[in-house]
């Protein structure tokens, strides 16, 4: 992913008001990301843990939305990361909802998917990092169609957001 300035990423949501866009909470240490690593680049909002965001460049077009993280689960169940295949003890893996763009979000409606609740998919998928023993298979495919495969996963939420 390309290095994105708090402008982009700012700019770049579909389902926030300019308002909100202003208010949120951006990751401070832009300059220091792994933005080699990264897919996607994806955080959990510091001042409401409920809420995160992701944003994601797509046929060069940067685009972010805004999360919901549903209610914790409470168990010690393994759940699976519906993007990067990992996974989670507990509530590493969450339902990540996000409000629709435009008219239909306004009328409260929302889209889900189960991932991985820091958003830390593209690290997982390249082993920076853990989510413990046994989070990761050894799978047959190349780690660039692993990653594409992500991406495949982000560009269908987002298409379902934007719908």
């Keep these: 992913m390309k290095p994105l300035t708090e402008h982009d990423i700012r700019a770049s949501f579909v389902n926030l ?20 690593d990264l897919d996607f680049l994806g955080w959990r909002d510091p001042a409401a843990p409920d809420r995160s965001y992701l944003v994601v460049e797509l046929d060069g077009v940067v685009t972010g939305v805004a999360l919901r993280r549903a209610g914790k689960a409470g168990h010690a169940r393994k759940t699976l ?48 990092k853990s989510a413990g023993p046994g989070s990761r298979f050894k799978e047959a495919i190349t780690l660039d169609d692993q990653a594409e495969r992500l991406v495949s996963g982000v560009r269908a939420f987002l298409g379902r957001v934007n719908s």
Excluded: I
């Design 81 to 128: 990361c519906a993007w990067c295949l990992t996974t989670h003890q507990g509530d590493g893996v969450s339902l990540m909802t996000a409000r629709k763009a435009g008219k239909s979000g306004q009328m409260g409606n929302s889209v889900g998917a189960y991932v991985c609740a820091d958003l830390a998919c593209s690290l997982y998928l390249r082993g920076k």
């Design 17 to 36: 008001t300019k308002g909100e866009a202003k208010r949120m909470h951006v990751p401070r240490d832009l300059g220091a990301l792994p933005w080699d």
